[in-house]
């Protein structure tokens, strides 16, 4: 078993893909994890910055919470529609490229990629940071530990999707019970205290106001908040990775994820009220998080308050892995049409866009590295690409609404459009509000990328246009290429090129290297024994030796310049320049030799044109087995796999 098998597993044949298909429970955990963790920051996030009202920071946090559930009950509602519309997996870059344009779908792409990576970068800095309040001392390794996860988040999600479901499940499903369940006692200590529990451990105190109430800083809180709507689109990106019924699978896993977190927001909202707890300034001294706080104010530091906090802990670190799982699948819708290297849309060994996740991991952990591994760093860079994927996705479903023209199509309009204008108000307010902090990386770094990818779909349009011929193929007036043999000296190797060029070709050019300070490689007794009688024994031409000088010792270029030459003088004819070159079983015994073979084939793909032709002979050294095979009457060909081989005869076809 190798290496890879160990890591990333054995190779899945297409036809397995079926069972790497999941259901809802498992496309919770895969696609949900984002979301889901939301909660432990998205409300802490809101309540930062409304330390400076003290107690009626607490009261304004309800309010800001309902805003954000009602908008994720908007957006929840669209993307229902659209996983329905598009079964095939319906992202908003696809829901916008076929409803606004390919403009705005670029727009849509870009933005959510951006937000890809700084999810993956904020939920494993968020996971760590928690982690390291809890243990002080690993302050210091604060980056290594976020690299390493990030690391294991990779090699999990190259294994495959069924893995990945199966690795994350206990922890997701363990965070959901604990959080849900402090979320449940501490609303009957509420109800049975006539709404005012006693804690079981106080929160710290809040400090007393140090500002008035304003719009501002309303929409400043409520900008921050709108983190814990990030990944609601990861669902509808994934699709096709749920089993049948495809369509049903995929809006019960988003119907459960949307209930769940909108339950945690709403009973994290209304206890912190009920137990006047506050957010702690980040990074300072006696910092405690929210749910840390909420936790032991309704149950105590106890065995349910360490598993909580834990599993809490490991959800945030893993919650990177819903960019994990929908990266890859929009780089693949995006490279499908053009826009990013196809290599993008190719599967791995185990059936995942290996690329796409390799990519991100790389993208991600530059950005670790950058901000050190601390949330708060990234925070501001946050949620305008998700905000603006979710404006252009219920746009595009506006305008399919309206074409398609089904049953209640005036009603799912009327929605996506109240879904469109409210997120796109959000926009404007995350832009505006966090703009100084931050923000004006991501607005600047969006129109970059679509310059990018318009340049890389124009590169693509151009080969095609360039490579493209209807025209048949010409077989009226066939000649054979003038083949032309570099050799340094007489031996297996340049034999075993000399051999296959004058079965090629008649027209054979046998070009050595004359250097005045060496000994010569090619003596001519040698040529006129080995070479030249053979030949004229077996009735064949033998061919010409041409003799170049190179006064200043080079090799490679003298040969390089004659090529060019014999093609230019030769206009009419192919040129076929026949590389011997050793190949070697193992990769460090390259090192011992030079690499002119590579050199020449590189400047002759730099410099030729179409009518050079680059042909390698290798000689494998430690191979045994005879130079050329008997002759046979007719080439061999082997059976397809699972199938016949069939030739074709002019009309006629039959099995080989």
Same mark, same amino acid.
């Given at each position: ?210 500002? @008035? ?141 290996? @690329? ?37 996705? @219920? ?262």
């Amino acid at each position: 078993m190798s290496l890879a098998d160990v890591l990333f597993g054995r190779p899945l044949a297409t036809s397995e893909e079926r069972a790497e298909k999941v259901g809802w429970s498992a496309g919770i955990p895969i696609f949900g994890l984002d979301a889901l963790s939301s909660a432990a920051y998205g409300p802490e996030a809101a309540l930062t910055l409304l330390i400076p009202l003290g107690v009626a920071g607490t009261l304004y946090i309800l309010p800001i919470s309902v805003s954000i559930i009602v908008l994720l009950l908007i957006v929840y509602t669209s993307y229902r529609q659209t996983i329905a519309a598009y079964p095939t997996g319906g992202g908003s870059y696809t829901v916008a490229s076929q409803n606004l344009g390919p403009n705005a779908g670029l727009l849509a792409g870009t933005a959510l990629m951006i937000d890809y990576v700084l999810t993956a970068a904020v939920g494993i800095s968020a996971g760590v940071g928690a982690l390291v309040s809890a243990v002080p001392g690993l302050q210091p390794h604060t980056l290594g530990i976020c690299l390493a996860i990030l690391i294991l988040l990779m090699v999990i999600n190259l294994r495959g999707v069924r893995e990945v479901g199966a690795v994350f499940m206990i922890p997701t499903y363990l965070f959901i019970a604990c959080l849900l369940g402090a979320i449940a006692f501490g609303l009957i200590k509420t109800v049975l205290g006539a709404g005012h529990p006693q804690p079981v451990v106080s929160p710290p105190s809040l400090h007393p106001a140090t500002a @008035q109430i304003s719009a501002w800083l309303v929409l400043q809180a409520f900008s921050s908040g709108c983190t814990a709507m990030t990944g609601v689109e990861a669902v509808s990106n994934g699709v096709r990775a749920f089993r049948e019924p495809v369509v049903k699978s995929a809006q019960r896993t988003l119907t459960v994820i949307i209930g769940i977190l909108a339950l945690m927001l709403a009973g994290i909202a209304y206890l912190v009220r009920a137990y006047a707890i506050g957010a702690t300034p980040p990074g300072e001294s006696g910092y405690q998080s929210v749910l840390s706080q909420l936790i032991a104010a309704v149950a105590g530091k106890n065995v349910f308050y360490y598993v909580a906090i834990a599993s809490i802990l490991l959800v945030l670190a893993l919650s990177a892995n819903t960019a994990f799982a929908d990266f890859p699948r929009l780089c693949r819708a995006i490279a499908e049409d053009g826009y990013l290297p196809i290599s993008f849309a190719n599967r791995g060994r185990r059936l995942v866009y290996s @690329q796409g996740i390799v990519v991100l991991g790389v993208l991600c952990g530059i950005l670790l590295i950058i901000f050190g591994g601390v949330t708060d760093r990234l925070i501001p860079l946050y949620a305008i690409g998700a905000f603006l994927a979710f404006t252009l996705s @219920q746009a595009g479903m506006v305008v399919h609404w309206r074409r398609a023209r089904g049953r209640g199509w005036r009603h799912s309009m009327l929605v996506n459009g109240l879904g469109a204008v409210a997120t796109g108000i959000t926009v404007l307010v995350v832009a505006v509000a966090k703009f100084a902090e931050g923000a004006w990386i991501t607005v600047m770094l969006i129109p970059a990328l679509i310059v990018l990818m318009l340049a890389i779909r124009r590169h693509y349009d151009k080969v095609f246009a360039e490579t493209d011929d209807p025209t048949p193929l010409q077989i009226a007036d066939l000649r054979p290429p003038i083949v032309v043999v570099p050799m340094l000296r007489w031996g297996k190797v340049s034999k075993k090129a000399l051999d296959f060029a004058l079965r090629v070709s008649p027209d054979v050019l046998v070009l050595h290297i004359d250097q005045p300070e060496e000994k010569e490689k090619l003596p001519h007794d040698v040529w006129k024994n080995l070479v030249q009688s053979p030949a004229k024994m077996a009735g064949v031409p033998p061919p010409p030796l041409v003799h170049l000088k190179s006064p200043y010792r080079f090799v490679v270029q003298p040969i390089l310049d004659y090529v060019l030459d014999l093609e230019r003088e030769n206009p009419d004819r192919q040129v076929a320049v026949l590389i011997p070159e050793l190949a070697e079983r193992r990769w460090y015994n390259y090192l011992l030799y030079n690499q002119r073979a590579r050199l020449l084939k590189a400047l002759l793909l730099l410099k030729g044109n179409q009518q050079i032709v680059i042909i390698d002979v290798p000689w494998y050294l430690g191979d045994r087995t005879s130079l050329m095979p008997k002759r046979d009457d007719g080439i061999r060909l082997p059976r397809a796999a699972g199938g016949n081989v069939t030739r074709e005869s002019g009309d006629s076809e039959q099995d080989g």
